[in-house]
């Protein structure tokens, strides 16, 4: 026992030095002032909290949480078809599948949005396709919108949903499938009534390492979306890194981890709630 509480303080004089100290300072820097020429004016104010109510920042806020939670959703959807697939595929194929999932997202994402954002810029890819097929559009708008950070942001982080289910599936019993559809049980009774309730601590913990990556998403956003799509981590960077104002971006950072604490105690709830009814 005293030899495993040794092993353990690395792990806890790294978690201390460079997370929880961290935290610590923006939790501090928060409460401060901002000075005439951007430097922190150190004091106890709650004013940089008080300005997260503004209409413009909730929301913000409020689209960065439909983003993230939309993004979750999709990846942990196409994640289970996906999982399903190569769990059940024969041995042979297995590490090809898997390779194909692997193999892209160990490439910089910063290459991969760049790829996708050639793919639909002027006189791109699909500008040229949709003008040989006629079809009307706006080769301008195609480049940077709303829909295409949707995009850009599921093909990004698909593979935090893939990886955990694929796991799962592996160790999947499926002969409860078999058994279920010799009853006469249709694909969605399968899918909704012996799949997904077997699984269900990893679809949850593929759902937050989606969910929670992307609350402070800002690369994707910026260059798929410009403008039309600021997103809370944008808003973060512009504050430290153009309007200098430190107090406000740590604010700012201290909420989306409160928002974090709120969705972990509701799903502890929810989670409790369905052990319970399972008793």
């Not at 601590?201 to 994707?220: H, M, R, S, T």
Request: glycine share 8%; hydrophobic share 55%.
């Amino acid at each position: 026992m005293k030899l495993a509480r040794w092993l353990a303080l690395p792990s806890l004089g790294w978690f201390l030095f460079f997370i929880l100290a961290p935290m610590m300072l923006i939790f501090a820097i928060s409460l401060a002032h901002r000075g005439v020429y951007g430097q922190i004016e150190w004091g106890f104010s709650l004013g940089n909290y008080t300005s997260l109510i503004s209409p413009v920042i909730l929301k913000i806020f409020f689209k960065t949480i439909c983003f993230a939670g939309g993004t979750a959703l999709a990846c942990v959807s196409l994640g289970v078809l996906a999982a399903w697939g190569m769990a059940a595929a024969p041995k042979v194929y297995r590490d090809l599948l898997l390779a194909l999932i692997v193999v892209p997202f160990l490439t910089n994402g910063l290459i991969r949005i760049l790829g996708l954002k050639t793919f639909v810029s002027v006189d791109g890819p699909l500008d040229m396709i949709l003008s040989w097929l006629h079809i009307p559009h706006d080769p301008f708008s195609l480049s940077t919108n709303i829909y295409l950070v949707g995009v850009g942001m599921v093909t990004s982080y698909l593979p935090f949903a893939v990886l955990p289910l694929y796991g799962a599936f592996e160790k999947f019993d499926f002969s409860l499938v078999e058994a279920a559809q010799d009853l006469g049980a249709r694909n969605r009774t399968v899918l909704f009534r012996i799949v997904l309730p077997v699984l269900w601590k990893p679809l949850v913990g593929a759902a937050f390492l989606v969910f929670i990556p992307c609350l402070g998403e800002y690369l994707i956003p910026d260059l798929l979306g410009g403008a039309k799509a600021l997103l809370l981590g944008n808003l973060i960077t512009e504050k430290f890194l153009k309007a200098r104002d430190w107090p406000v971006g740590s604010a700012l950072a201290i909420g989306l981890i409160f928002c974090l604490l709120v969705s972990w105690v509701i799903l502890s709830y929810l989670e409790r709630k369905r052990h319970e009814e399972e008793r």
